[in-house]
């Protein structure tokens, strides 16, 4: 299993830009996706996450900017951020609880995407 984000870049502040990440692999299920992010000198926060069902939640800081969705049917995640703001400067990591299944065995894990640098310019 991996999760491959794509999107981050260069934007000037008031920009937008669109993540992307997409899970590959021995996937049996995807049950919850999202956005993590991580500026330098700080602790990795929650961004936006979507449940299997659709529903979203928001960190403060984003809700009323960014935009968490997902394509099931592909095991792809988005995130559509607005108004950026310098402090959105961040590596932006995608997440997601995947179910995998061998013979006889279920398992559910956390897994990461290798993040993708963010950089708002102001």
């Known amino acids: 299993v991996q999760l491959q984000a794509s999107g981050g870049g260069l934007v000037q502040a008031g920009g937008s830009l669109r993540l992307s990440c997409a899970a590959s692999?021995?996937?049996?299920?995807?049950?919850?996706m999202g956005w993590f992010r991580q500026a330098p000198g700080k602790q990795r926060d929650l961004v936006a996450h979507i449940s299997s069902a659709g529903s979203p939640v928001y960190s403060d800081s984003t809700k009323d900017r960014f935009t968490i969705s997902r394509d099931s049917a592909n095991n792809t995640v988005y995130l559509q951020m607005n108004s950026l703001k310098p402090e959105d400067t961040a590596v932006y990591y995608c997440?997601?609880?995947?179910?995998?299944?061998?013979?006889?065995?279920?398992?559910?894990?956390?897994?990461w995407g290798q993040g993708t640098l963010v950089t708002v310019s102001s």
């Open positions: 997440h997601a609880e995947i179910v995998t299944r061998k013979p006889g065995v279920t398992s559910t894990r956390n897994w």
């Open positions: 692999g021995n996937i049996f299920r995807v049950n919850g």
